[in-house]
T-cell receptor, first 119, second 111 residues
């Protein structure tokens, strides 16, 4: 029963290139979350997706960042034209489907993260 | 809007001493609250969660947290620190299906 799988674990890009980070949720989990972690800043929520739907992208920068969770395959966080400030650890988490009574109580299962370095 | 504040970005305790990591929340409705731990170069792991069933919540590795509505607090404690407890700890609150994390507290264990 594999956990949340993220790849690549480490990614190096030069300014202006594109970065694609992939996340496969736990089996049976239909919700995917992306967070960005910077030193001393904790985890910043970026986006929450279900299959083929973006539910909440209030934490995503308006430009250059996009996320998808297709019907088949992993969720992908895409950063276009990367800049040095994009260097961070990006964590994906997944959770099972929620119902009204349990909404909000679901535990997130995290991947090991993808560390992006922009040169 | 829901949020959490963790007091102290770094806490140092001696091995065998009490661990106390502070978390205060703000929420307009009864919250769901969580503590997660992150070891170096790893993702976060759940320590415990509060879902209104009991105010004192026991978690893994001997940790527990007490929900105090009057103080809007959910502090994490462990009676006796172990070297393996050195990690970063995050308090979190749910906002619908979205989980909002505090900035984290790095726990250092002194020999």
């Amino acid at each position: 029963n594999a956990g949340v799988m993220q790849n690549p674990r480490h990614l190096v890009r030069r300014r202006g290139q594109e970065a694609r980070l992939r996340c496969s949720p736990m089996k049976g989990h239909s919700h995917v979350y992306w967070y960005r972690q910077l030193p001393e800043e904790g985890l910043k929520f970026m986006v929450y997706l279900q299959k083929e739907n973006i539910i909440d992208e209030s934490g995503m920068p308006k430009e250059r960042f996009s996320a998808e969770f297709p019907k088949e395959g992993p969720s992908i966080l895409r950063i276009q034209q990367v800049v040095r400030g994009d260097s961070a650890a990006y964590f994906c988490a997944s959770s099972p489907p929620t119902s009204g009574i349990t909404s909000g109580a679901n535990v997130l299962t995290f991947g090991a993260g993808s560390r992006l370095t922009v040169l | 809007a829901q949020s959490v504040t963790q007091l102290g970005s770094h806490v140092s305790v001696s091995e065998g001493a009490l661990v106390l990591l502070r978390c205060n929340y703000s929420s307009s409705v009864p919250p769901y609250l969580f503590w997660y731990v992150q070891y170096p170069n790893q993702g976060l792991q759940l320590l415990l969660k509060y879902t209104s069933a009991a105010t004192l919540v026991k978690g893994i590795n001997g940790f527990e947290a007490e929900f105090k509505k009057s103080e809007t607090s959910f502090h994490l404690t462990k009676p006796s620190a172990h070297m393996s407890d050195a990690a970063e700890y995050f308090c979190a609150v749910s906002l619908g299906d979205k989980i909002i994390f505090g900035k984290g507290t790095r726990l250092h264990i002194l020999p």
